[in-house]
């Protein structure tokens, strides 16, 4: 544990100003106000705070954080109370501990909608002052740190899975890069331990294979840097096992596939020099294709800059080298604490790094409530970039899979929401199309549009998705206030009542609604009748022609409609379908919810389902009548288990089919069908029919199975 002095010592030697009497009195304060304490490991609590304060001098902050942190849990696991904090350590300290302060003892899942409130109140205070997030990200470093003592699995991992969903890619967020690989390494280790393993195998095989590969790769760059006159300070490093694991899923490829595996970083002096060091190294070895990426011109959002290549190294080995100045290297280890301004502007989040976090705002603006705000908040943060500009050259960062409509969100609200069409590089293209990396984009818009509750399918970012939600919102709300209003009416009239907006408010508490607009609403949306509402106006109704005939909600109506369309053999909604037309999905390409699809027409089998790609398409490609535009349905929510189909070469040894068994069974996935279509005294090649629950699924079940050494080659398969 740090001791008092140490920690004094440890903020002095990079802020030699700090307030060492502060310090003082919040260790001594802290240290009483837990006092006999205890973790879940034995260690007393005390123990806790103190360690995460010493992270946070690990990347310089500031005295208040340090005092912060120290004090983080007085509130919530002692008698010490705001004022108390507020009459010792003064109103910014106060106010910082109580934006850490954990809000509720929850965790992922276990209550969704406190657990999506806390990271709404969360959102916002770190809105108010950064601080307060880079005390949360330590706090729960060293809760992951710790996290083994914990003797409930089910706990560990909730706090895993929330560690990896939100803090990681906040972390991210800010330029925390090594923080953030450690909270997802952490995660990763109780949420997949098997592939972690299985990773670390290989990685020790990698070690054990290329010896002395490292210093001697270093020794030549450094060579052939001097032999130009660049003074360099070269070093490599390491993968973590979770960073190896979501490349091989994202790139669908095997592990000896990995070209960065091992990075080495060239640290020069000057952006010159950086470019230089960029042109010796790829004189003096081939470059890998695609593997060359300008952060420097270009940086990050969260203010990241480096040049990143791949080479074909001495010894004919795929390397990547990062080249970056040391202040830019700085940046990259500390994020925003690089920045740090000890005289003014402590805890700004004013700046472009922070256009991120205005987005999070506006986000909580538009969604309906906590847990709509936390889904799009994951979209938001939780997906690689990609880079596009306006035709002024303004650089606008986007989730990989955006769409003109997010790019139209990104750049404002209200061009999004009048957004008619797009041309990306001078070409009018389709709102639909995906965007690349460099497109420049130009939004076509008209004061006459709205969003079209169509956007919803294609957009990827939780922003566009929260402002289309609402507007549909509003525009349905509008539309059933007009509905419910008539069917009111018309209910009055039949029993021959005048209808009167004075009547309905009579009966607002009946119907637990704050004003007449609400009964309107949930008339219309099916909720309530408009007899249930007449007979509550007027006790004495009588039914007139009860017994014949049944009044049915427009809840029911509509609940009943929505299930014309569905796959009576399958039960999964489709988008597009003709009402009571027989649906059949393909045997060649199996597709699953989340694939893009078309419906074909087919004589005696009414619409088979294809994915888009499907090569037996071809055989149709002139019969465009048969053709039907068909999608999962946005809101169909299935438990139904679909079937997909995988193709892998397998090592042919003991043990092998029994190890991919296991794989598939701990990924929830099913062997349905297997088939050995080809064997050689050393692989197999092997169809399996795996039930999942959608194409998410299989993904997920096909990387777990890609990490396995048995298996030198896995995909899925088509036809």
Known sequence: ??????????????????????????????????????????????????????????????GASIVTALLHDTLEDTPATRDDIRAQFGEEVS?????????????????????????????????????VLLVKLADRLHNMRTLHPISD???????????????????????????????????????????????????????????????????????????????????????????????????????????????????????????????????????????????????????????????????????????????????????????????????????????????????????????????HTKLEMFQDQVFCFTPRGDLIALPSGATPIDFAYAVHSEVGDTCVGSKINGRIRPLKVELRNGDQVEILTS???????????????????????????AKEREQYLQLGRAILQKAFKEEGYEFTEKAVEGVLKAFKASNVDDIYASVGAGNHTGREVLETVFPGVRKRRLGQEKVVSISRARTRHSDRGKDSEFGVPIVGLIPGMAVHFAGCCHPLPGDRIVGIITTGRGVTIHTIDCSSLEAVADEPERWIDVSWSVSGVSADIHVGRVSLMLLNEPGSLGTISNIIAKNEGN???????????????????IEVRDVKHLTNVIAALRASPVINEIERARG
């Open 95 to 131: 106010r910082l501990v109580d934006g850490v302060t954990k809000l509720t003892r929850i965790e992922l899942q276990s209550d969704q909608a406190k657990q999506a409130e806390n990271f709404r109140k969360l959102v916002l205070a770190m809105s108010r002052d950064i601080r």
């Open 447 to 473: 004061k006459a549009q709205t969003p079209s509750p169509e956007w919803e399918r294609f957009v990827v970012t939780g922003r566009a998705r929260a402002r289309i939600r609402r507007f549909l919102r």
């Open 671 to 689: 062997i349905s069908n297997l088939k050995i279509v080809n064997r050689s005294p050393d692989f197999f090649e092997i169809l399996i029919d």
């Open 153 to 375: 699995p089910e706990k560990r991992q909730r706090i895993a899975l929330e560690t990896m969903e939100i803090y990681a890619p906040l972390a991210e967020r800010i330029g925390m890069e090594n923080l953030k690989s450690e909270l997802e390494d952490l995660a990763f280790a109780e949420l997949n331990p098997d592939a972690r393993n299985s990773i670390l195998a290989r990685l020790e095989f990698l070690r054990r294979q290329s010896g002395n590969a490292v210093p001697r790769i270093v020794g030549q760059l450094r060579e052939v840097l001097t032999a130009s006159g660049i003074k360099a300070d070269i070093s490599g490093r390491e993968k973590k096992p979770y960073s190896i694991w979501r490349k091989m899923h994202r790139k669908s490829v095997g592990f000896e596939q990995l070209s960065d595996i091992v990075a080495f970083r060239v640290l020069v002096d000057s952006v010159e020099e950086v470019y230089r060091a960029l042109g010796v190294i790829h004189s003096a070895y081939p470059v890998v294709p695609g593997r060359f990426k300008d952060y420097v011109s270009t940086p990050k959002p969260n203010g990241y800059r480096s040049l990143h290549t791949g080479v074909f190294g001495p010894k004919g080995e795929r390397i990547e080298i990062q080249i970056r100045t040391a202040e830019m290297h700085d940046v990259a280890e500390r994020g925003v604490a690089a920045h740090w301004d000890y005289k003014q502007g402590v805890g700004s989040t004013e700046g472009p790094e922070y256009r991120w976090l205005r987005e999070l705002l506006e986000i909580l603006e538009q969604a309906s409530g906590p847990e709509e705000f936390l889904e």
């Open 1 to 62: 544990m740090i001791r008092q002095f140490e920690l004094v010592e440890r903020v002095q030697a990079y802020d030699p100003t700090a307030d060492e009497d502060i310090l003082n009195r919040a260790y001594v304060f802290a240290m009483k106000a837990h006092g006999s304490q205890k973790r879940a490991s034995g260690d007393p609590y005390f123990s806790h705070p103190l360690e995460v304060a010493g992270i946070l001098t690990d990347y310089r902050l500031d």
